[in-house]
């Protein structure tokens, strides 16, 4: 939480050099000082985070709250020439840091109480001193009181963001010298605007922490693990699954297995759906393992649950977390090398596969075949990750928690994590922090692609994958779209006999390919496919769909070409290109009548604006 509003600060302070600006390099000498000082002291207290020191966090900030009132002091001296437009946007800046600053001092109050349960203060002998069950346990029924500010802070945040909306950006030149200005405005203010709405859309969520841990009403999770390097639509192959009880912090695993286990538990399976049958070598029967056939997170789940509550062994869950080995991977890394089931497991690049030990590792035990069955072959997964949360909370907060609670939150916006909750209001909140798998709605131009392996190998951890977006704004009075994708694939053919006993790793990647573009578009052409293309609407976008295969030391490639409908503005052009879940290192160039606007890796959504 302070975090976020160090970064809230330090955006605002940018802003303000930015904005003030027309005002500070001039006669007003006296303001221009002060506001070094505090640039100085925002710096300090930037490096104080990293301390996890709460009584020293909190004396930097009214440090450089008395700072900043002198700051105002200074500044209300030119408030009475408001009416010029600089000047005002210059006071929506100040009166913006002023909320932020009572934002961050709320959160400082809020937390400092409970501060040696979540590793923000030096001394905290008595929580490590209790089980790691109980230290899960009082971090749990704290949360409630840590949070009882929340609506306080967020109101506050809320109204600094009301403020630097009123600055208009375009009033501003584009560069004085060689220092661009308007498009850092307008930067600055998009960046604002996006970690005020997170904050504030998270607040929900926040407030439903306690009950989501537990506290009062049993709740019981299903964790999903997605194997990302054999691609499916939601981010990877259904490979295990663990049913976890919670309850006040407490957590008992009811059930940790291989999700073969799960499918032999159906009595009789349906027939396969026509996706499967098309693209899907030799499967004819519809197995929850090849559920997750939808992009879109909860419409996977729908299909989940149709064969789910077919299952013996079915439970009644209050929510589903999906999970990819990139989580697994982090977590080794952050607390080392890791036993279970006798085997013990590292995020060491092991050369046989140029990857993780811990993905080699479990490929072996899993996939190679051997000349006896091996019972529950896949749940050690399950046994892993639950070996590693046990690791986490035995640790003192201070020293881990930190971390790991920044590596899960970059997960979950990377959508290697995927929320899903049973509970209306719960549900809503995490799909408008986008943690939900959920395909989105845009007013703008819209692109997803979506690969799915329909083969045994685990291809994608060795192919590359780039697209390169291009459109025209103007072509004779439309909006035209061309999309490239190229996969190469540089290593050799893994040894795949069954007879000798082959860990088939890579082999020949069988993709079936879907881009979602805006509703009504239309194909022009679409090169690269093996297999007829098909072109539907689907989750409200229109879907152009084909089939394409990689092999080893090989590469392919897939273009399509396409009119956006008239709902498009090509004036005020937009683009959101949504990441599939799982992927990873995927790299994407954006290209607007021949410029190119970004040219970066498709770690999260991107939105690409351009002003005619």
């Known amino acids: 939480m302070k975090k976020r509003i160090l970064i809230f600060l330090g955006i605002f302070l940018v802003l303000l050099g930015v904005v003030g600006y027309f ?3 001039r006669p007003y000498t006296n303001i221009k000082a002060k506001g070094m000082v505090l640039v100085s002291a925002a710096k300090d207290l930037k490096t104080i985070f990293s301390k996890n020191d709460i009584d020293l966090m909190r004396t930097k900030v009214n440090d450089f709250s008395a700072k900043y009132k002198d700051f105002q002091k200074e500044a209300r001296s030119v408030y009475w020439a408001t009416f010029i437009p600089y000047i005002a946007d210059f006071k929506s800046t100040v009166e913006a840091g002023d909320y932020l600053i009572s934002a961050a001092k709320e959160s400082i109050d809020a937390i400092a109480p409970y501060a040696d349960l979540i590793g923000f203060k030096k001394s905290q002998v008595s929580f490590v001193e209790k089980s790691s069950e109980d230290r899960l346990q009082t971090a749990v029924l704290t949360l409630d009181k840590v949070l009882g500010k929340i609506d306080v802070i967020s109101e506050n945040i809320k109204q600094a963001e009301n403020k630097v909306d009123k600055i208009d ?16 405005i307008i930067n600055l203010k998009e960046q604002f605007a996006g970690m005020a709405s997170l904050f504030v859309d998270a607040k929900p969520l926040l407030k439903k922490l306690p009950e989501i841990f537990g506290k ?25 699954y663990a049913v976890f009880k919670i309850k006040d912090g407490k957590i008992k695993i009811d059930r940790s297995e291989d999700i073969y286990s799960l499918d032999d538990s159906i009595g009789a399976h349906p027939v396969a759906p026509k996706e499967i049958l098309t693209y899907h070598k030799g499967v004819y029967k519809f197995n929850i393992r090849d559920s997750n056939l939808s992009p879109d997170v909860p419409t996977s789940v729908g299909l989940f649950n149709s064969l789910y509550k077919l299952s013996g062994t ?3 869950y209050d929510g589903i977390i999906m999970v990819d080995s990139k989580v697994l991977v982090d977590m080794l890394t952050i607390f080392g090398d890791t036993d279970a089931d006798g085997v013990t497991f590292s995020a060491n690049i092991d050369k046989r596969c140029n990857c993780p030990q811990v993905l080699y590792q479990l490929f072996d035990m899993v996939d190679r075949p051997t000349p006896y069955l091996r019972a529950n072959r896949k749940g050690i997964l399950g046994d892993l990750m639950y070996a590693q949360f046990y690791k986490a909370i035995g640790f003192s907060p201070s020293k881990y928690w930190g971390t790991l609670a920044q590596q899960m939150f970059k997960n979950l916006q990377e959508k290697h994590i995927l929320l899903y909750f049973v509970d209306p209001s719960i549900q809503k909140s995490v ?11 845009y007013s703008g131009d819209y692109l997803h692609v979506n690969n799915v392996n329909f083969a045994g190998a685990k291809s994608n951890l060795f192919v590359t994958e780039s697209i390169t977006s291009s459109t025209k704004t103007n072509d004779n009075g439309k909006i035209t779209r061309n999309v490239n994708i190229e996969f190469r694939n540089p290593f050799p053919h893994s040894d795949c006999s069954l007879e000798r006993g082959g860990l088939c790793l890579n082999a020949t990647l069988r993709n079936w390919i879907r881009f979602y573009v805006p509703k009504g578009s239309k194909l022009v052409n679409f090169k690269g496919s093996e297999k007829e293309v098909k072109v539907y609407d689907e989750l409200g976008k229109t879907v152009f769909e084909g089939f394409l295969q990689v092999v080893p030391l090989g590469k392919a490639e897939v273009t399509i070409q396409y009119a956006l409908p008239s709902s498009v503005d090509g004036k005020d052009y937009h683009l959101l290109i949504q990441k599939q879940p799982g992927t990873d290192g995927q790299k994407i160039e954006v290209k607007v009548d021949g410029k190119t606007v970004l040219k970066d890796i498709l770690d999260v959504d991107k939105e690409v604006r351009v002003k005619s």
């Open 431 to 441: 799909v408008s922090l986008n943690f939900g798998g959920t395909m989105r709605e």
């Open 23 to 25: 005002i500070a390099y």
């Open 169 to 184: 950006a375009y009033r501003y030149p584009e560069k004085i010298g060689n220092t661009v200005v308007r498009e850092r």
């Open 314 to 316: 079915k439970v009644v």
């Open 216 to 240: 009062d009403k049993e709740k019981t999770y299903l964790v999903l693990f997605q194997n990302d390097k054999e691609r499916r639509a939601t981010g990877g192959f259904l490979t295990a």
